[in-house]
């Protein structure tokens, strides 16, 4: 089975990682973190230099690695830029996933505010069944 995991550092999103462990030798683990641009946002570091959102999400994505190998479970990493739920979509559908998995908050209210729940897009649009973890 192919499990994409979106990944954002949250404590929902680590929680999601320990469902790895349930699927046995059959999981294919997927895991991504995307670097949001946002085009309506003011002038800030996180908004206007493209290398900041990249080192986070290059963390984020270590860090999950790292949580998953200590069960067990090799994943590969995917990072994306753009908008999170689209990009997760989009991921979820390129590389064939069976199911995706979200945390059901990510990090940032702001972020909420800004882009909209990025799980409740995912939940509404993906086109693989999508488990959220509270």
Known sequence: ????????????AKRALRYATRFGDDLEALVISV????????????????????????EQL???????????VEAEALHAFGNPAAEIIAAAERRGADLGIVGHRGRSAIARFVEGSVTDRVVRHASCDVLVVR
Do not use: C, K, N, W
């Open 1 to 12: 089975m192919r499990v994409l995991f979106a990944y954002d550092g949250s404590p929902f």
């Open 35 to 58: 670097s949001p641009v946002l085009i309506e946002a003011p002038a800030t570091e996180q908004s206007t230099d493209p290398e900041h959102g990249r080192r986070e999400a290059l």
């Open 62 to 72: 270590a860090e999950a690695r790292r949580l998953l190998a200590e069960e067990g």
